[in-house]
């Protein structure tokens, strides 16, 4: 209805006159309604109908005119004031009523319902609980542990998957530790001769990681082998989240995880079968106990050594990575222990260089050590390439670290509750020479390599390099997205471009080299064990027709010491030119990949020589373009 000078506020009824004609009942339950209700109380009980029985306003209408003229000089307002016709406001009238009439009380036996009182709302049954100031706090949480471990669990996911989608066979050095791993398994338990002494040119001892490789592939294959690397790699990312967490919080941890399982050389080793994997998982194992002993007895860090010490023995390029982590037992400790987490260090690097000595007596492995580590031959290859492939394939990730080594030498706290403001954390000091650190670590192998002038397995050291300075490249992540995840979409964006990088990365190189499964069909009804044969990659021949020929039947393309009939030693490009000439191999292999000119030297002897047919060409592709198996037989 519309609003009318009898109903103002268009209800169609208007509220009573008390039956004294003194004004409302105000103590009627269904005053504040707008309607009394039903019923008037008063003497004689009448009944009230709001659309039939006739009432008076209950204030006079001059009472709440408009000032006038007469307002201002003491008269009395007329009927001529603009709004003396109207009754008061719905409000005046309430807090006239608040101020001058007592507040009607129900009966104790009835409800305000049972009278047609209005009930105030109930209150809601759950109350939003005020947010804490903290949102990232450093205390232990039971749900936060479960989340970030599941969060953990999807990155291995990816990284596992990121790993077992390359395929190819299998390459030249995982052929050679595979078959030498099977040779010592003989020697060890049936007294067998071993072709060479692998331990005068392995990179690491020949009865650590071949033997159980080897035992790996002799259940399951190559994929079994390769298995192996990938449980390594899985648990060096997992025990990275691990000390990270412990040395920082969950937030860098999962970050610092998420990175490092994403980089061309986590996919890569998660599928290769090389010293390189169990390597790096070792060293993580020992990063691991020498942080969660941080505030244990100095004893406890010797729980590290032997672990430290099988790295080196598993591959001897990890005692690079020694000093690291002897320093970070005793940057670790020092705010708990002051100077006297410096006898941590020391501890440590004894026991290891004990550990080290002892098997360094008890063993042969003096002569690979040197021709492969400390004496290797130096090569032609610039600095600035090789710092140019080093950036590729790790830049980003240790950019990133510098960026997030800066921000925590600046600001070292990792809480973001205002609480934390007035905490005491870690000095600068110490988060510059952590910073440092960490962040110089992942320089050690291309300096190195640097200094050698090669780039053999360069793309397998940077990854070394690459887990220490993984945990500041998480902190830079965390700073990159803000408190409270501000700015997730930059955290995301650096991720998913380190992913596309790390998928193309890896695919080319397992694409490096050539299938060879045509290849060893080709061979195996030409093979035998009393053949002589010269060959490229043999290895790959020698691994997969183990159980038809041995190691020492083959001689490689790029080395040859050929003895003719009359005594004479011949080496270089002549020994092949005066062996070929004699007849002395019974069948060659060459591909042309790794020792291009000696290969093209050998083929153009063949097609003059009479002794040799070109048996077949057997075409492939790689990551660098096309390219041709040739076999030659003997006729």
Not at 66 to 78: I, S, V
Not at 364 to 393: C, M, N, P, Y
């Amino acid at each position: 209805m519309e609003p009318s000078i009898n109903d103002p506020r268009g209800r169609g009824y208007r509220v009573p006159e008390q039956q004294d004609g003194h004004g409302p009942d105000h103590n009627d339950p269904y005053y504040d309604m707008g309607w009394a209700g039903g019923q008037v109380t008063g003497p004689e009980q009448q009944t009230y109908d709001p659309y039939t029985t006739p009432v008076t306003e209950p204030y006079p209408a001059a009472q709440y005119a408009a000032p006038g003229p007469a307002a201002h000089t003491g008269g009395q307002a007329t009927a001529a004031a603009p709004y003396a016709q109207y009754p008061a406001p719905y409000e005046e009238q309430q807090a006239h009523q608040g101020a001058q009439v007592p507040q009607w009380q129900l009966p104790q036996d009835s409800s305000p319902a049972e009278h047609g009182q209005r009930t105030a709302d109930p209150e809601p049954a759950y109350r939003i609980p005020q947010t804490p100031d903290a949102g990232w706090d450093m205390a232990h949480s039971r749900r936060r542990g479960w989340v970030s471990r599941a969060v953990l669990l999807c990155i291995l996911a990816i990284q596992a998957v990121l790993s077992l989608r390359l395929s190819n066979t299998a390459f030249q050095d995982e052929a050679l530790y595979l078959y030498a791993g099977h040779m010592e398994l003989d020697h060890l338990l049936h007294g067998a001769e071993l072709p060479v002494d692998y331990n005068a040119y392995f990179s690491g001892s020949s009865s650590l990681y071949p033997v159980l490789a080897a035992l790996a592939d002799s259940a399951f294959g190559l994929a079994g082998a390769r298995a192996l690397s990938l449980a390594c790699m899985l648990g060096t990312t997992a025990l990275l989240y691990s000390f990270t967490r412990r040395m920082f919080n969950e937030r860098v941890a999962l970050a610092a995880a998420a990175l490092f399982a994403v980089t061309q050389s986590t996919i890569v080793l998660g599928n290769f079968a090389t010293y390189d994997a169990a390597a790096l998982f070792l060293l993580t194992l020992a990063t691991w106990i020498v942080v969660r002993t941080d505030r244990a007895p100095v004893a406890a860090v010797l729980l590290a050594a032997p672990v430290a010490a099988l790295a080196v023995g598993v591959k001897y390029a990890a005692a690079l990575y020694l000093p690291t982590i002897i320093v970070l037992a005793v940057l670790t400790a020092w705010p708990h222990r002051g100077r006297r987490s410096l006898w941590r260090g020391v501890a440590l690097a004894a026991g290891t260089v004990a550990l080290l000595g002892i098997a360094l007596l008890a063993s042969d492995v003096l002569a690979g050590i040197q021709k492969t580590t400390t004496s290797r031959e130096h090569g032609t290859e610039s600095a600035f390439a090789l710092l140019q492939r080093s950036a590729g394939w790790g830049g980003l990730l240790f950019a990133t670290a510098c960026v997030g080594a800066i921000s925590y030498a600046r600001r070292g706290r990792m809480n973001e509750s205002p609480r934390s403001l007035s905490m005491s954390g870690p000095g600068r000091r110490r988060r510059v020479m952590i910073g440092l650190l960490l962040c110089c670590t992942a320089l050690l192998a291309p300096a190195y390599q640097m200094y050698l002038g090669t780039g053999v397995s360069l793309f397998k050291h940077v990854g070394f390099g690459l887990l220490f300075a993984a945990p500041m490249a998480g902190i830079g992540v965390s700073r990159l997205v803000g408190a409270h995840f501000r700015y997730p979409q930059l955290g995301i964006l650096l991720w998913v471009v380190m992913l596309c990088v790390g998928l193309a990365q890896s695919t080319w190189r397992f694409g490096v080299w050539p299938n060879s499964t045509q290849l060893v069909d080709v061979l195996r009804p030409y093979v035998n064990d009393k053949g002589r044969y010269l060959g490229g990659t043999h290895e790959v021949a020698v691994y997969y027709l183990r159980e038809q020929t041995s190691q020492r039947q083959w001689t490689p393309t790029d080395n040859i010491s050929y003895q003719d009939s009359r005594g004479a030693t011949h080496t270089g490009e002549d020994g092949y030119k005066r062996a070929l000439d004699d007849g002395w191999f019974d069948l060659v292999v060459l591909d042309g990949l790794a020792t291009g000119g000696t290969d093209a030297l050998i083929a153009d002897n063949l097609k003059a020589n009479a002794r040799y047919r070109l048996l077949t060409t057997i075409p492939f592709e790689n990551s660098s373009g096309t390219g041709a198996y040739r076999v030659w037989v003997k006729r």
